[in-house]
């Protein structure tokens, strides 16, 4: 169930939705595309509100979910791609070698001949995704779109879709467990937590804001430099390896590096920037106390 959720996403932006399973991710892109009515509110694109009902805008809209198929069960690929074709009334000589580059792309040629039911899932996600960018649309939602592949593959499809929406202008909202993927292809985030958005910014924001905190490990000292005129969060050394914690904002990574190099010789320097995936644990960690001091501010209100 979604909650007092609001946002707009400007034309040819690039956003992910992130958030725990269940959060409310999927239910969100199928109120989007009109599957799911909101009990209030709207959804509006290109002036309307009603987007399910007009069709030059819904042609508009592409929508590809690891649970829930576009292809038709009981017939060959083929024939799903040529009424698709027919569908969104494609021309047919350019839909023809655009499906021949897709399907090449893809490697799902040798599925032609074959029916949906006879694929594993990477094998039909694939063939989702081609069924999806075959009508170039303007609006693009992909949700968990990588189940099932290899990690070859996944590494080729996230190729393409960071070349397409580069070259095409597309409008693209994007969802997975998968954070790095989230990076590759978005420059916002919205967070979703229990229905309710809890976050909305870029990237970088909410890296800066919630997990500031970059990490050198430097090997091979031939002594410890002193760091007392350095604005660190703080440094250990254990064996050989010299760690140390620095805000970003506080002071530059060659800045340190500068430093250290003047005062000893090293012989390895690894840099580990902010995870994204544990700064999303600290945002629901911070959002938890928030919710747990308000419901104890209220049991604290109604006590005699």
């Known amino acids: 169930m979604l909650k007092d959720i609001s946002f707009h996403i400007a034309e040819n932006e690039n956003v992910g939705i992130i958030g725990l399973n269940g959060a409310g991710k999927t239910t969100l892109l199928d109120t989007i595309a009109g599957m799911v009515k909101p009990d209030s509110g709207f959804i509006r694109s290109d002036g309307k509100e009603s987007v399910i ?8 809209f592409a929508y590809v ?30 839909a023809a070698k655009r499906l021949a580059e897709l399907a090449e792309t893809f490697e799902i040629g040798a599925f032609m001949e074959r029916t949906p039911k006879g694929l594993s899932l990477g094998e039909r996600m694939r063939c989702e995704l081609v069924y999806a960018l075959l009508t170039q649309p303007g609006i693009l939602m992909l949700d968990e779109v990588m189940n099932g592949l290899d990690v070859s593959m996944k590494y080729r499809i996230m190729q393409y879709l960071e070349r397409y929406k580069n070259e095409s202008h597309v409008t693209m909202i994007y969802t997975s467990n998968q954070l790095t993927e989230v990076e590759k292809l978005c420059d916002r985030v919205l967070l979703i937590d229990q ?15 919630f997990s500031p905190h970059y990490r050198i490990e430097i090997r091979g000292l031939d002594r410890l430099p002193d760091f007392e005129d350095l604005p660190i969060e703080k ?26 190099m003047e005062k000893c010789k090293i012989r390895d320097v690894k840099l580990f920037e902010p995870n994204l995936e544990d700064t999303i644990k600290k945002i629901y ?5 928030k919710m747990s001091i308000a419901r104890r501010n209220e049991r604290e209100k109604w006590k005699i």
Do not use: P
């Open 53 to 60: 009902e007009e069709k030059t805008s819904l042609r508009r």
């Open 65 to 94: 979910s690891g649970t829930r198929s576009q292809l038709w069960e009981a017939l060959k690929l083929k024939d799903s791609f040529d009424n698709c074709i027919s569908m969104y009334r494609l021309n047919r000589r350019d």
């Open 195 to 209: 229905g309710r958005l809890i976050f909305d910014g870029t990237m970088a924001r909410i890296i800066k804001h």
């Open 235 to 260: 440094y250990s050394l254990d064996g050989e390896a010299l760690t140390i914690i620095y805000d970003k904002q506080k002071i530059g990574t060659v800045q340190i590096l500068s430093h250290v």
């Open 285 to 289: 960690r911070g959002q938890q106390i």
